[in-house]
């Protein structure tokens, strides 16, 4: 795994605050890979949340950020990859607790429906909450459990 990284991925409809994040992590010195999209242009969010999330798995990058209109959309997408855990986050409590508590790996935002600085809390909350361990260890090593 490449703990320095944070991987980056949205539709059109999430560019916008894509580029936002960006502007927050250059700012904080954090290093990150961008999948795309690279424009406003009309483009499937699968495309690019299968990019973030095989990196995820293959620990090129440590943590995805994915942004789509909804979050909704490129989150069940992310979801689909055997070790991903994306959690589909509007408020900076939900995004603790995606962390404290799933060990979330990928923060799935929604990109229409966030202030700059919503997501400015989110994103800060989400990168620095660490996983409590504990009895959620063992709740979300079920989550793949499937007969
Ligand atoms: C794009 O218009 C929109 O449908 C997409 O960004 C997302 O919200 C889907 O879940």
Redesign the pocket.
Known sequence: MNPSIIGLAS????YPLKEFIKTLLDRDGKSYTDFGTCSTA?CN?AEYGHLLADAVTKGRVSLGIAV???????NMTVNKHAGIRSALCWNKEIARLARAHNDANLLAL???FLSLLETEQIVEVFLTTPFEGGRHLARIGLIENIE
Do not use: Q
């Open positions: 539709d059109h409809a999430g009309a969010y789509c209109g909804t979050g909704n959309g490129i929604p990109g229409r």
